[in-house]
């Protein structure tokens, strides 16, 4: 089970969050704040607008004269983007919408574990319920209800200010949607490989694979990315390197992550370690020679 906790970054006023994988693994993220994501709404919801509006517009052209037709497209596109656009671009591109991939943020599991498609299907539907049901009734009140009663108004509204509030009152800025599906985001990583780590040449690489004790196949080298990776350096050079019982946890849960089937004897945890550690290096390292990149474990090789 992971486990999390904040860390104040003094300063800055941003509010980071520490999580610790079943692999034990730290992982840190910076929180998004308020104004990146309603600056990735905004972008979000004007390409919708903007494509509704230019497939109505050419249908109107195409249909001269059939007015009841257009508006029953238009309403068609409307119902069907506000409920697909945002869970379809999260399921596929790795938790961000492309306003999300504009402000630079995305969409996680708040377990740190991987990103489900019912967390992002709940997340989306009760954006149903939190915005575009009051906003449908305070500007199309004739559709909805024509006789509303004056009560309504005020309830809708104040439904709108206190849901669009919410995120103030809690520490991690979610959403009535992020609590229901379990999701934080975050801003995106931009993760590299350090100087150090991209240094080695193919060759280099390649003896000092030779010397490794321990050998991985591509589909374990698959479950780790540039993230990890980085992670992984801070622990064998850290501190943590010299208690034997942390690194035998670490080599434990990530032979248990890779099914690794090979015996590895007693006090051979850190010589594991470092020989994953290459392995992985030199795997991302080709990786990106031919332009794929994988941040971490959550996010599928493009």
């Known amino acids: ?16 969050r520490e999580i610790v994988t079943p692999e034990g693994i730290p992982i840190q993220f910076t929180l998004a704040s308020i ?4 600056t990735a709404l905004v972008i979000d919801i004007a390409i919708v607008m903007g494509a509704v509006l230019a ?14 037709w257009i508006s029953a497209l238009a309403l068609l596109l409307v119902t069907l983007s506000r409920h697909f656009y945002f869970a379809f671009f999260e399921l596929r591109g790795h938790g961000a919408t492309p306003g999300k991939r504009a402000a630079g943020i995305r969409v996680i599991d708040a ?10 299907l709940a997340r989306n539907l009760v954006r149903e319920l939190e915005m575009w049901m009051p906003l449908t009734f305070l500007f199309a009140s004739s559709v909805v209800w024509p006789d509303a009663p004056v009560w309504m108004w005020v309830v809708a509204g104040g439904w709108l200010i206190v849901v669009a509030l919410l995120p103030l009152f809690n520490k991690d800025n979610l959403r009535v949607g992020d609590l229901i599906g379990g999701t934080l985001v975050v801003v995106q990583p931009k993760v590299q490989l350090r100087a ?11 003896a000092t694979a030779t010397r490794s004790t321990y050998t991985f196949t591509e589909a374990q080298l698959e479950v780790y990315g540039v993230y990890e990776l ?5 622990l064998l050079r850290g501190e943590a390197a010299a208690d034997p019982g942390a690194v035998s946890t670490v080599a ?4 248990t992550k890779l099914q690794y089937t090979e015996r590895v004897p007693l006090g051979q945890d850190e ?11 030199a795997h991302l390292e080709k990786r990106m020679l031919f332009g794929k990149r994988r941040a971490d474990k959550h996010d599928r090789a493009r």
């Open 55 to 68: 497939t109505v517009f050419m249908a109107a052209i195409a249909s001269p004269g059939k007015d009841e």
């Open 230 to 234: 980085q992670v992984l350096e801070g």
């Open 1 to 16: 089970m992971a486990v999390a906790r904040y860390l104040d970054r003094q300063g800055d006023g941003v509010r980071r």
């Open 196 to 206: 150090d780590l991209a240094a080695p040449t193919a060759a280099k690489a390649l």
């Open 35 to 38: 104004g990146e994501r309603m």
């Open 252 to 255: 434990d849960k990530i032979r």
């Open 111 to 120: 377990r740190g574990g991987s990103l489900e498609a019912s967390a992002v």
């Open 271 to 281: 010589k594991f370690l470092a020989d994953f550690y290459t392995a992985l290096r």
